[in-house]
């Protein structure tokens, strides 16, 4: 499909089957509340898939994500903004499904000892129960339970993902590499404020003074990037003195990892890759930010 200035857009299975296309399809899911960093994800899409694919981008909310006292009902909803910028980057699909399209038998729910439903959902593995997960219990089930549902119905070939949720990206690509989907997975930077802070749909939330409180986190990252070199130790004093040194942020966790979210020696090998993640709340506000790290080099 060639590309196109207004998405067609989808509300139903059979509407998203009869668009998708004949070339490759290369799919950003969103929850919407689009902003530069979706924008971003929808370029590489479209560069990925040339003037004959189709790019489809999901905007759905999904409840079963959503703990019991997060913010389900006041997420924002823009779709007419979405739609917009969507057809600004040459998106050709836009697949909004309602929850009962999605979830058609009802949406799974939380009980005493897990999931209560007939559904079946994905059980996401250990991995899912470190950082966002040992916060927001049951998350990434929903996540990846969304995300799999989501691959069944657009069927792509490419699936763009933020690396800002770094967390649920190595899980989506451990998914798919274990349940043998055939998917490739693409992970993008993070995009950023001109003052650092990265793009997320929650920042809206924030008042003026929030705001410049947030900045915190992605100081506190670069900080812990410089110091790297000197090992882990020294990364992580340079992160949490920059996050002590604003009351305003609210730490939650902040952990130095292995690219695959392993756990690092004090000292790594000089060359060793690894990743600085960090999530806490400003305000009511909630927000995660991660980077790459470089060790060794320096003792």
């Known amino acids: 499909m060639s590309t196109t200035t207004t998405p067609a857009v989808a509300r139903s299975r059979s509407e998203l089957l009869a668009l998708r296309g004949t070339g490759p399809v290369v799919f950003v899911p969103t929850m919407g509340a689009l902003h530069e960093g979706h924008a971003t994800l ?9 003037a004959e694919g189709t790019v489809v981008l999901s905007i759905f909310v999904n409840p079963l994500q959503f703990g019991p006292d997060e913010d389900l009902d006041r997420y924002p909803r823009t779709f007419d903004a979405d739609l917009e910028l969507a057809g600004a980057e040459g998106v050709d699909v ?19 000892d897990g999931v209560v439903s007939e559904a079946v959902t994905v059980q996401p593995g250990p991995l899912a129960d470190l950082l966002e997960g040992a916060s927001r219990p049951g998350h990434f089930r929903g996540v990846l339970t969304v995300v799999a549902k989501l691959f069944g119905l657009v069927r792509p070939d490419v699936a763009v993902f933020g690396e800002k949720d770094y967390q ?3 899980l989506i690509r451990r998914m798919v590499g274990d349940l043998c989907l055939g998917i490739e997975i693409v992970g993008a930077e993070t995009d950023r404020e001109p003052d650092g802070l990265a793009r997320s749909s929650r920042n809206r939330y924030l008042d003026a003074e929030q705001r410049q409180q947030a900045v915190a986190l992605s100081r506190a990252l670069r900080a812990a990037q410089e110091r790297a070199p000197y090992g882990v ?8 003195a920059v996050i002590k040194s604003e009351p305003g942020v609210e730490l939650d966790y902040l952990a130095l990892t292995t690219t695959g979210l392993g756990e690092l020696p004090d000292y790594p090998e000089a060359g060793t890759e690894g990743r600085i993640l960090v999530a806490a709340r400003v305000g009511t506000t909630r927000l995660i930010d991660n980077l790459p790290l470089t060790f060794g080099g320096a003792r």
């Open 233 to 240: 130790p020294a990364a992580r004093w340079a992160a949490m």
């Open 42 to 50: 929808m370029r590489i899409a479209r560069e990925r898939a040339g």
């Open 168 to 170: 649920q990206l190595a």
């Open 94 to 112: 836009v697949f909004a499904p309602t929850v009962a399209e999605m979830y058609p038998d009802g949406v799974p729910h939380e009980g005493p």
